[in-house]
C-alpha cells in the first residue's frame, strides 16, 4: 500500500478511496469492498484477532498459500491515526468508524477516535463533501460523539438515526448489540469545506 498516493497502492486502477477504521472482525469492511468494486477499500485494525477475521473472509482457505490479496483491498495492520498522517490532502472519498471500542472511563477519554485531534487529521485527508460514518451502541460513546462533533466546525453533523441505513452493512458488534438490548447509533458526517 502506498499511503502517499492511495489510489496507486491497489493492483487494479481504482475510482476511489475507503477508508475504515478499526475494522473489527471485517464483516462491514468485506461487504462494503464487495458492493464497491470500483473502489479502492483500505482497512485499518491493530489485533491480531480481527486480521486474522478478515483474511479468512477475504482469502478461501484452501488458497491460504498461494493466494494475492483482493486487487482493491489493502489492510493496514497498525493504528489508523499513523496511516493517517502519511496520507495526502483530499485523498480519501469515504471514511468508516463502526463500533469503536468505547473507552468508558474518563480517563481514557484521549483514546477514544472521535476526538479533535482526529476529527482535523480526518477532515485533511477526505474530499471536500465526503461523508464518514460512525456507528456506536455504547451510551458513553454516543453522548460523546454528539458533544464532540456539536462542538466542531469540520464536519456538518446531524443527529444520528437509529434505523441502519439500506447500503451500510451489519457487523457483529451490531448484532450483539441489538441481543443486549442497546439501541445502536448511526451518523453520518459530511466533511465540510
Known amino acids: 500500500m502506498s499511503p502517499g498516493n492511495p489510489t496507486a497502492g491497489f493492483s487494479d ?3 476511489r478511496v475507503f477508508l475504515e477504521i478499526g475494522f473489527g ?3 462491514h469492511a468485506a461487504a462494503q469492498s464487495e458492493m464497491n468494486p470500483d473502489v479502492g477499500y483500505i482497512a485499518s485494525e491493530v489485533f491480531e484477532n480481527g486480521l486474522c477475521s478478515l483474511l479468512s473472509r477475504l482469502v478461501p482457505e ?3 498459500a498461494t493466494a494475492a490479496p483482493p486487487p482493491h483491498f489493502r ?3 497498525e493504528d489508523a491515526r499513523q496511516l493517517l498522517k502519511t496520507m495526502p490532502d483530499a485523498s480519501v472519498d469515504r471514511a468508516y468508524l ?3 471500542d468505547p473507552w468508558p472511563k474518563s480517563r481514557h477519554a484521549k483514546r477514544r477516535f472521535v476526538h479533535p485531534e482526529n476529527l482535523r487529521e480526518l477532515h485533511r485527508v477526505l474530499k471536500p463533501g465526503a461523508i464518514w460514518r460512525v456507528a456506536s451502541d455504547h ?3 454516543q453522548e460523546w ?3 464532540v462533533m456539536g462542538q466542531q466546525d469540520l464536519f456538518d453533523a446531524p443527529a444520528p438515526v437509529t434505523e441502519r441505513p439500506d447500503d ?3 457487523t457483529r458488534y451490531e448484532a450483539k448489540a441489538f441481543r443486549e438490548g442497546r439501541q445502536p447509533f448511526y451518523w453520518t458526517f459530511t466533511r465540510l469545506p
Open 139 to 141: 451510551p458513553v460513546y
Open 75 to 77: 489492510i493496514w495492520p
Open 98 to 100: 463502526m463500533f469503536p
Open 25 to 27: 472482525g471485517g464483516e
Open 145 to 147: 460523539v454528539t458533544e
Open 13 to 15: 486502477p481504482v475510482s
Open 62 to 64: 484452501e488458497e491460504e
Open 168 to 170: 451500510w452493512s451489519p
